[in-house]
């Protein structure tokens, strides 16, 4: 992947249970898109029902636009045995705000550390093979604010950029929230600030 500092991939829905087999022990990997560590907790429940008789289930999960969390279970497999080898799978596809979970069956034939580590790495990549990866950009949120004289400068100049207007109110005055990919926001809210009658500021979280 180019490495771009304001870009992030991730998945853009669970990909199907993938199935590898390793004498007679039965690994079946998933995928999920997740944002936070609730929506992981739900998802590894839903998976613990549908496969409520297995012995294992081992995850491993990275969080933030920017990667900045991650985790990797055994559940009862040797250390690091199964949750760092589906870790090291969401390195390799360069993925965040991801679950990968790998179910196991025992078969009744020991595979070793070694077995386990190729077993678990091997389903985790069946599962993320089957997903639909997205890349998505880190974006900054700002306001506009202008009158309706000044609507057609600003449609023209969002349209030119090919920027999202994320959500328009339409009253007394115009009011604009925009997404602006993040190396492009410095100069986007110099563009701006220098237009007649048109203000700009950065949108404050949660408002």
């Known amino acids: ?20 087999k390793d004498r007679g022990s039965k690994f079946y990997g998933y995928a999920f898109p997740v944002t936070n560590e609730e929506q992981v907790k739900e998802r590894l429940e839903e998976v ?7 012995r294992h289930w081992c995850y491993a999960w990275q969080l933030g636009k920017r990667y900045e969390q991650y985790r990797a279970n055994d559940d009862g497999e040797p250390n ?7 870790y090291g799978q969401l390195q390799s596809y360069h993925l965040t705000n991801t679950l990968v979970v790998v ?16 077993a678990y790495k091997t389903a985790a990549q069946y599962a993320l093979e089957t997903a639909k990866i997205v890349t998505r ?3 900054e949120n700002f306001i506009l604010t202008f009158g309706y004289p000044e609507m057609d400068l600003v ?10 207007i994320v959500e328009q109110k339409m009253h007394l ?10 190396a492009e926001a410095d100069r986007i809210f110099e563009l701006f600030s220098s237009m007649y009658k048109v203000t700009i500021k950065k949108k404050e979280e949660n408002t």
């Open 48 to 54: 613990k029902k549908e496969h409520y008789n297995a």
């Open 103 to 118: 179910v196991r069956y025992f078969g009744g034939t020991k595979l070793g550390v070694g077995g386990l580590i190729q």
């Open 173 to 182: 005055e115009c009011t604009f929230h925009i997404a602006v990919r993040e």
């Open 137 to 139: 950009t880190i974006d």
């Open 80 to 86: 690091n045995s199964a949750g760092m080898p589906i």
């Open 155 to 164: 449609m023209r100049t969002l349209k030119d950029e090919k920027i999202e």
């Open 1 to 20: 992947m180019e490495d771009q500092a304001d870009q992030y991939r991730t998945l853009v829905r669970p990909s199907e249970g993938a199935l590898f």
